[in-house]
Nanobody, 128 residues
């Protein structure tokens, strides 16, 4: 059974940093696109794209709102993907979800519906 488990969320002051981790089990995703999405308070029906990468082709994409502040990376040996978040702002407050595609391809989707597996989410709260 495939599982994605996020960790690393918490409460931080504006300008601070957090590093989220997403540990995958049940299969490896070394050649699959993986991404991070977030769901802000009051937007329960909207899961916003944050960052995604496909190490198979060396492509990485970020939402404009986090470009230059967030970095997605991966440790294949640990089957884990990370999201380093710096210069955090109150508007970054959300539940952050990790996602993985089930098929190998060269694309790096920014739409949530393109991903097959999701974690349970980790809360990030940024105080002003």
């Amino acid at each position: 059974q495939v599982q994605l488990v996020e960790s690393g969320g918490g409460l931080v002051q504006a300008g601070g940093s957090l590093r989220l981790s997403c540990a995958a089990s049940g299969r490896t995703f070394s050649s699959h696109a993986m991404g991070w999405f977030r769901q802000a308070p009051g937007k329960e029906r909207e899961r916003e794209f944050v960052a995604a990468t496909n190490w198979n082709v060396g492509s990485t994409y970020y939402a404009d709102s986090v470009k230059g502040r967030f970095t997605i990376s991966r440790d294949n040996a640990k089957n884990t993907v990370y999201l380093q978040m710096n210069s955090l702002k109150p508007e970054d407050t959300a539940v952050y979800y990790c996602a993985a595609r089930g098929t190998i391809s060269t694309i790096v989707p920014r739409a949530g519906r393109a991903y097959d597996y999701w974690g349970q989410g980790t809360q990030v709260t940024v105080s002003s």
